[in-house]
């Protein structure tokens, strides 16, 4: 499970401590607005080939003014920073990355999963394990789709918070 957490927030909510009830709820519903942009974003962004990752990205409110953005697909972080030479981690996003260096558990195999893939996609099979040992040699390149979200709302966000407050 990959998410995300807006840090950097505890100033504003120490501010709405002694702010009204009206200006606590508008900080809190443009903070969920943003969670839910970016998850429309991700959804937009995520690749598409079967709609598992898709259908793993969601957002919630855990309490006022903490909300959670998250892709639970085993390999979304797969997806995001790519794989063995071709893995790309933007900075800041280290530690994150770091949690899923290893593999994923999955119920088939990357064997199974790459010649579906090409079963899906109409490949002959004759390339089929060509396309498993180049993947498994040197990985997949990394499709961003989630993190990217967090740093373009960001901004938005934060000028919006200011004007509130």
């Known amino acids: 499970m990959i998410t995300v957490d807006l840090i950097g927030f505890d100033t504003i909510a120490e501010r709405l401590k002694t702010a009204s009830q009206k200006v ?14 970016m998850e429309a974003g991700a959804k937009r962004d995520a690749p598409k080939d079967q709609g598992l990752l898709v259908n793993e990205i969601s957002s919630f409110q855990d309490k006022p003014l903490t909300w959670s953005l998250v892709s639970q697909a085993s390999y979304s972080a797969f997806v995001e920073f790519g794989t063995r030479s071709n893995v790309v981690i933007p900075p800041g996003l280290e530690a994150e990355a770091a949690k899923f260096r290893g593999g994923f558990d999955s119920s088939i ?3 199974q999963a790459i010649f579906q ?24 390149r990394p499709h961003p ?12 966000l934060l000028n919006r918070l200011q004007q509130i407050l």
């Not at 709820?25 to 969920?32: F, L």
């Not at 089929?128 to 993947?135: A, N």
């Not at 789709?145 to 938005?156: D, I, N, S």
Request: charged share 30%; with cysteine; proline share 4%.
């Open 24 to 37: 606590f709820d508008e900080v809190d519903a443009e903070i969920g607005a943003s969670i839910k942009d």
């Open 145 to 156: 789709f989630f993190f990217k979200q967090l740093e373009a709302e960001k901004p938005q």
């Open 109 to 111: 195999s990357a064997k």
């Open 117 to 140: 893939w090409c079963a899906r996609h109409g490949i002959d099979k004759k390339f089929w394990y060509p396309i498993f040992v180049k993947i498994m040699v040197q990985g997949i």
